[in-house]
Structure formats: structure tokens, C-alpha cells
């Protein structure tokens, strides 16, 4: 259990299938504790990060691993005197599962409609959570503008700054990026040629046994003087449709992001990010559908 200053921290998801006559089914859990049906959720571990949390409690609760969309929501409420924050995603169900949930704690699981799944849950929230669920759709595909993690002070290296390394503090942020990336199954990684970029991604692109794809237009020297080439880098990666993340520069990213979403508007969508900060565009045939910012892994 995480709990800090009084509130309980947990993860979730709406996983939902195609049935084989093409129909979106949701993914209920009957606990037999509470005796209530559910989305699949649970507390998080220490150390652990939300969507971390919310991509094993799907595997342990369902036995199915997913592929996870955008981020639908939070539900608050109190139990026994405490807040609890529950945050949701949606998941698609990737094959058949791979395993058993402990039946002393999810004894049945049910694929059903949306509509028969509202009906079914026992808790309005969870009903509130499937309706966003809903408004989003199926079939997103995510590409995840990452600011390299934190590297050394430009006034602190003398050599050429292309040449500068991660400080410390980031080389312990990249190595906790693959738990935050892992659910969204991503198939490419592309990163901008200098050496602070390469080893924020390295880590992470060799646990998923990944060859990444490194680029002179994602970085800041190509971009001083050819504003529109990572521009054009990253539309191409968003046509293609395969769910990749760029790994790149501040002065860089905000006008990618700028670019890609055109005249939409977002909610909470910051000036810049921070390093190891990423906003996660989720695009469905050419058009973004949500954008998730995410925050640096803790060092």
C-alpha cells in the first residue's frame, strides 16, 4: 500500500477486447471479498509508478497483459476514514492470458458490452470511468515526446555540448523509464544524436532488446538551423502508425507538440518539460485523441 499524508494511491484500467464479431467488450473482476463487481485496480507498491501499478494489477487480476491507451481519469473517495486516489487507463487485452488471478481475490471475470458493464459495476465511479472510456474510442496509437533525462550543467563541461553526459541523477531516471514505457508497447525509438539523449534511452531500449534509431534532426543543432526537419521527422513517425517515442531536446519538443496537435486544445498542457518529463500524444488515424503529460521517473 502507498499512502502519503493520509491518502491511498491506486491503479487501474478499463480492459477491453474485440469479440469476434467485432464488438468492444469491457473486462469486469468479482471480488469475492467485498462481493461487488469491478474494473481490475489495485494499491500501489512502494516506489512503484501509477501506470506501473495499473499494468500489474491488470496482469495479477485478469491474467491478461495489455497494451495501454490513454489515461481516462481519476476516481476519489474515502475508505474507512482515508483518502483513496484511483487513476485508470485503457488497456487492450494482447492474446489470450497468460495466467490465473488468486481466486480469494477475483473469483470470476465477465466480458460484456459497455452498456452491460455499466449496468453490472457496482460502484458509479467505476460507470463514470467506462463513459470516458467510451468518449475516447479504441485503437489509439501513442507517440511519447520525452525530454532526455537530467544531464550536466552546460557551465559545469567543457567540451562540446553534443558530447554532454547525464548527471548522475538522470542516469538513475533513465534507468526507471521501462516501467513508465513498458505498457504502452512501443515499437521504435528514435533519439536525437547527442550523448545526454543516447543515454537516457539506452537503458531502457536494451532491456526491451530494442535497436534505436538515432537522427542529426531531432537535435538541437539541426533544429537552430532547420526548424522544419524534426517537424517533418515526427509526422512521419505519427503517419506510419507504429507506437514509437522521441527522445529529444526542450527548445524541440513544445514546438513538436504545437505542431501535432494544431488547433486542438488540451487540458494542462505545460510551456516546456522538465528533464525525463514526456507528453504522450495518442493518435487515431491521423487526428490526436488525448495528451497525457507524464512526469520524470523519481531519482
Known sequence: MTSIDNVIYAAGAVLWRTSKSNKVEIAL????????????????????????CAYREVM????YSAVFGPELGHATYV????????????????????????????????????????????????????????????????????????????EEWDGDDDDRPLAQV??????????????????????????????TIEPMTRSLKMNPIFSTDLSEYRFAKDKEAAL?????????GNGAIICSHNPILP????????????????????????????????EIIAVDWVSAPKA
Open 29 to 52: 473482476i468479482h471480488r469475492p471479498r467485498y462481493d461487488d463487481w469491478s474494473l481490475p485496480k489495485g494499491k500501489l507498491d512502494p516506489n512503484e509508478t501509477m501506470i506501473g
Open 60 to 63: 495479477e487480476e485478469t491474467g
Open 79 to 154: 475508505v474507512d476514514g482515508v483518502s483513496k486516489i484511483v487513476k485508470y487507463w485503457s488497456a487492450q487485452a494482447d492474446g489470450e492470458p497468460s495466467g490465473k488471478p488468486n481466486p480469494q481475490e477475483v473469483d470470476e471475470i465477465l466480458w460484456l458490452s459497455p452498456a452491460d458493464a455499466r449496468k453490472k459495476l457496482t460502484l458509479d465511479d467505476d460507470r463514470s470511468i467506462v463513459d470516458f472510456f467510451l468518449e475516447f474510442g479504441t485503437g489509439t496509437t501513442p507517440l511519447v515526446l520525452l525530454r532526455h533525462a537530467k544531464a550536466i550543467k552546460r
Open 170 to 199: 538522470g542516469q538513475v531516471q533513465a534507468k526507471r523509464l521501462l516501467s513508465i514505457y513498458l505498457p504502452f508497447g512501443i515499437e521504435e525509438v528514435h533519439s536525437s544524436d547527442a550523448v545526454r539523449c543516447i543515454e
Open 232 to 240: 517533418d521527422y515526427a509526422q512521419d513517425l505519427m503517419d506510419r
Open 255 to 286: 514546438k513538436l507538440l504545437k505542431k501535432l496537435i494544431g488547433k486542438k486544445s488540451f487540458k494542462e498542457l505545460g510551456q516546456e518539460l522538465k528533464p525525463a518529463e514526456a507528453w504522450i500524444l495518442h493518435h487515431r488515424d491521423g
